[in-house]
């Protein structure tokens, strides 16, 4: 009988069976321990939570019951407010607004947390122009504002829950409204309103007097901002696309990002924007506040049910006490999300409408939207349009002249180049080396007509920022689309087509249309003009795919898209093509450039430094080769 040896591999096998076992046991004991104890700690705030609601409630009734004498209801007041009883005690105790408004935008503060609990853009209407409804920022209780205060006596007290006093004044055009929560006659917590005429932006100010007494001084009063922002487009998939959560963090604008749930915590912060679409929510601060937690939740999760609200944004702003008493100087922006607008504060809040990094964001600041601001003014938004496309490519017209004569260049060089190939079939290095000496001699720089495309593309991508971010476009018509900054719906479909939609749009059809045949019409030049190089892709095989498949990506993604993106891309191949139609017509002459090509090759050429360079590594690349075949 053979006696049986021990086999090295089943041994390691098995002990790393063994070790991946007790790996998924432990952490699965360690996820049970986890989640028994964020239980136990969300269970902890839900009960302390609970007991606050319920301390609430006894105070709130305490003010309303008219029933109960006023010794017994001060008492009440007393054992749950503290000092800040004699706030319930005053005649605006008592659910009541105060509204202050200008031409503009029309805010309604609740004496009950001295916040906002209305905020109506006059000029701006929900999803369609005649739609009979005003965006509404806050309404319905999707906005919280509190101010958690700590006391000397050991009480936590939201300023959500108590009554301010309020005070409306006017100082020339100026709206000054001043909210108190009152601990005594010369004692309080005050929320400053000050409304400017023709302006968007409030003054805020959150102060307090003669609290060091009564407040915990030593701790943080945490200012919490909350906001369900409502839905205000005809689409609320493309504006949930850009519904972000912006800020300024020591100094740098930046956003959370537009995942299900961001969250951040910011050194230094000194404003906070819940940006919609088109419109847009900016709390402002002149003093840095440090450790301010910011978190995004999207609440879109089926375009087809939720279609309410876009984004849940919440903010944490811790509020330090300067000798016993808040003094912060703020500010609050609620408007529309407009570049020029927003630009004239000079607080960099500006820096919210995404116009692209770089030198993206230069050409939309500095071009796109000087220009389309003066066209707009004295024509229709579509003509403005077409008159801004053809305006751009016409200033990028020399560009593209130099492209397609590059082209034109390497198609003449092309049979020259394919007998290098073929003289050199076997010496792959040599036949780099001959073809850059035809180049030189030729005078033709093959990288010519790759310069002029890289040039044009960051101007192309600066569109993709530009128009989605115009609120100029909203809810501006056009020939069949009745919303530039929305989709062009022609015909709404039974059913949904995944990565279409239930609807079809026209301006991206005729879009698609035009880059096909603008695709059609230069992939054969650009593949005749480029010879195949061994060891590269084949450029042919490709060019005919992209033939098709940059028409169908248009279809399918510029959809649900704004009109006006989609506009100006039709617009802009078809006047692509009739430059290019004009070009190859009266200024390139295949016979004209192969004489120039036959004469410059007489002419003496002189290296450039690159071409030397080129050239020696190419030498030294080929004397490699040679000494490795020798060994």
């Not at 951040?264 to 929510?281: D, G, P, R, V, W």
């Not at 040039?455 to 920022?465: D, G, R, T």
């Amino acid at each position: 009988m053979e006696k049986k040896k021990f086999d090295l591999n089943s041994i390691i096998g098995f002990a790393l069976i063994f070790g991946i076992i007790l790996w998924m046991m432990y952490n699965s004991r360690e996820s049970e321990l986890k989640e028994q104890q964020e239980k136990a700690k969300q269970e902890k705030i839900d009960k302390a939570n609970k007991k606050k609601e319920v301390a609430t409630k006894e105070v709130l009734s305490a003010v309303v019951d008219s029933t109960v004498s006023d010794t017994v209801k001060l008492q009440k007041l007393t054992g749950a407010l503290g000092s800040f009883a004699y706030s319930a005690t005053l005649p605006s105790a008592k659910e009541s607004f105060t509204t202050i408004e200008n031409n503009l935008i029309k805010l309604t503060i609740a004496n009950k947390g001295g916040y906002i609990s209305e905020a109506i853009l006059k000029n701006y209407k929900k999803f369609e122009k005649n739609s009979g409804q005003l965006v509404e920022l806050i309404k319905n209780n999707n906005a919280n504002f509190n101010l958690e205060l700590q006391t000397n006596d050991n009480r936590v007290l939201n300023t959500k829950d108590l009554f301010f006093e309020p005070t409306l004044t006017k100082n020339g055009e100026d709206q000054i409204l001043s909210m108190k929560l009152k601990a005594g006659p010369n004692e309080f917590l005050e929320y400053k309103y000050v409304l400017k005429a023709k302006d968007y932006m409030l003054d805020f100010d959150v102060r307090s007097q003669g609290l060091n007494k009564v407040l915990n001084t030593s701790k943080n009063a945490d200012l919490q901002w909350d906001l369900k922002t409502y839905r205000n487009e005809k689409s609320v998939s493309y504006e949930n696309r850009y519904a972000e959560l912006y800020y300024e963090n020591d100094g740098k604008v930046d956003y959370a990002g537009l995942g299900k749930q961001e969250d951040e915590t910011l050194e230094k912060a000194t404003f906070i924007a819940y940006k919609q679409h088109f419109f847009s929510s900016i709390l402002l601060s002149q003093t840095p506040i440090e450790n301010v937690k910011v978190s995004s939740t999207d609440l879109v999760n089926d375009a087809k049910i939720d279609t309410v609200f876009t984004k849940q944004f919440k903010t944490t702003l811790p509020l330090a006490f300067k000798n016993g008493e808040l003094d912060y100087k703020m500010n609050w922006y609620l408007g529309p999300t407009d570049y020029k607008i927003l630009n004239t504060y000079e607080k960099n809040i500006e820096d919210i409408v995404p116009l692209g990094w770089g030198i993206f964001g230069w050409i939309n600041k500095l071009i796109f939207i000087p220009l389309f601001g003066f066209l707009s003014t004295f024509m229709g938004l579509g003509i403005a349009i077409i008159v801004f496309t053809i305006l751009i490519k016409i200033a990028m017209s020399p560009i593209t002249f130099k492209s397609f004569l590059s082209q034109a260049k390497m198609k003449v060089l092309r049979p020259e180049i394919m007998e290098l190939g073929e003289k050199f079939a076997k010496d792959p290095m040599k036949k780099q080396q001959e073809t850059m000496k035809l180049y030189n001699k030729a005078g033709v720089n093959p990288m010519a007509g790759c310069i002029p495309a890289l040039i044009q593309l960051p101007f192309m991508y600066a569109s993709f920022q530009f128009f989605p971010s115009a609120i100029e476009l909203r809810q501006k018509g056009f020939l069949w689309a009745d919303d530039l900054s929305s989709f062009d719906q022609i015909f709404k479909l039974p059913f949904n087509i995944p990565l279409y939609g239930d609807h079809v749009s026209l301006f991206p059809i005729l879009a698609a249309i035009a880059i096909f045949f603008y695709m059609k019409m230069t992939s054969g030049d650009q593949v005749m003009a480029q010879p195949a190089q061994e060891g590269m892709p084949d450029m042919a095989k490709i060019m005919k795919i992209m033939i098709y498949v940059s028409p169908v990506m248009m279809l399918i993604f510029f959809n649900s898209y704004g009109s006006g993106l989609s506009l100006y891309n039709f617009i802009s191949n078809l006047i692509t093509i009739g430059i290019m139609l004009v070009i190859k017509k009266y200024f390139i002459n295949s016979d004209k450039i192969h004489a120039q090509i036959q004469e410059n090759k007489t002419k003496p050429k002189t290296e450039s430094k690159f071409q030397k360079k080129m050239r020696e590594m190419m030498e030294q690349a080929e004397e490699q080769k040679k000494l490795n075949k020798k060994k």
